[in-house]
């Protein structure tokens, strides 16, 4: 018998008609534990909780804030070991990838718990005689936090830490795949100080939970990451009944490497980003862009170094790459393999399933060259170990094609020419850009977010978290 999780609605750990199993995707057989799935009508209730708390909570004070905050901080970062174990279980990501998430995670409620302490305003002077103007930030109400299972822990901290930090109260719906690191955070977050109904945890499908969340007109903000289609239907929900909301959707990240390049280094760059999280971040590298000038010897050595990767448990030393996360997000990778070369690109290296001590998802990281960016494997988001090389004349045609995507995520450019790493760093049609860097790995106290099809609304993480989590207040008064 595995243990029975539930979830966590106005302050009581709460119970239900349904449950579901988590899986571990390095071993089938391994069920993590067993997780309440919440109804439509848990929904509502943890709703009416947050609506109830936020009156208190929107008003209280910053020291308080700031302890509950800083209080969860200092229990994820003591317990990493322990929760980047649980999240490499049932994610598949590797051990040390998941500490690092989750210790991530700590370090973005450390963030928050100083912002808390930093809140300010502006006075200035009004063009009217005598008049002064004030501008505060106030908080929204309860939002609505629906969240993928690509980062089990981060990105939920990434998100209901301002949240809590500039005076909201939360329902948190994870990803159905994801339940053992959201339960975690939620158990912590229950002992931390917070009042009932501050926070909520709402375990459950997106179409009845998730769909809740959009439609009641008591969640005031929405702030969502996911696939580009259900982030369509989170914008249209909002857009119905006016709700603010924000998006943090798909990838189709270029890394562009030069004939200047750091041949090493560019290597190490695009299997990082490529292949690490077994593909599944959407700042993944998805493109490498090579100049003619080093394009033989790059791909040479692209497959060299993926063939050294060790594709197995991800919790077994050693391992380079977990499994994919499932057995869908595994046959839409296969499909791919299949519609790429159906385009007439050539797999180069790469993809079949792998079988391993325990039955899992496993696949070997592929390699597809003759590419052109017009494939399908080149505009649309796989969310897998799969990597596109295309090959260019010039620094002029990389850039054109980088930028030749419906989204704007990362894009990273390998080179050691100053003038080609500053035009790329002005032209780059992306939210984030790296030089000689891998396109992921973003530190946790900047902004994070894209443009075009990547994202909508204003920027997470940092202290531009406040655009969206706040509404700015301009007050005149006449003394
Ligand atoms: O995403 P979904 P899934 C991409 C990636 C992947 C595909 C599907 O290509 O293969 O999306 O993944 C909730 N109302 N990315 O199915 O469905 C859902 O329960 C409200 C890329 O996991 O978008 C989950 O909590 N909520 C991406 C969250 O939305 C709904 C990361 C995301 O699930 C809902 C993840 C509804 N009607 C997937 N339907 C990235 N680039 O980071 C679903 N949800």
Redesign the pocket.
Known sequence: MTRLFKNFIGGEWVGGDTAADNINPSNTDDVVGTYVRASRTDAQLAIDSAKAAFANWSKSNPQTRHDVLKKVADEILSRKAELGELLAREEGKTLPEAVGEVARAGQIFAFFSGEALRQSGEKLASVRAGVEVDITREPLGVIGV?????FPIAIPAWKIAPALCYGNTVVF?????VTGSAWALAEILSRSGLPAGVFNLVMG???DV??T??DHRDVTALT????????M??AQ?CVQRMAKFQL????KNPLVVLDDANLSSAVENAVNGAFYSTGQ??TASSRLIVTAGVYDEFVAALVDRTKALVVDDALKAGSHIGPVVDAA?LE?NQSYLRIAQDEGATLLWGGERMMRDTPGFYMAPAIFTDCTNRMRVCQE???GPIVSVIRVSDYEEALAVANDTPFGLAAGICTTSLKYANHFKQHAEAGMVMVNLPTAGVDYHVPFGGRKGSSYGPREQGRYAAEFFTSTKTAYVLP
Do not use: D, Y
């Open positions: 629906i969240t993928p299972w690509n719906k994870p990803a159905e795949l499908h997106g179409r998730g769909q969340l959009l969502f990451t996911g696939s580009v289609a259900t982030g239907r989170v929900a943090e959707m798909g990838g971040r959407c997000q839409q988001e796989v969310f």
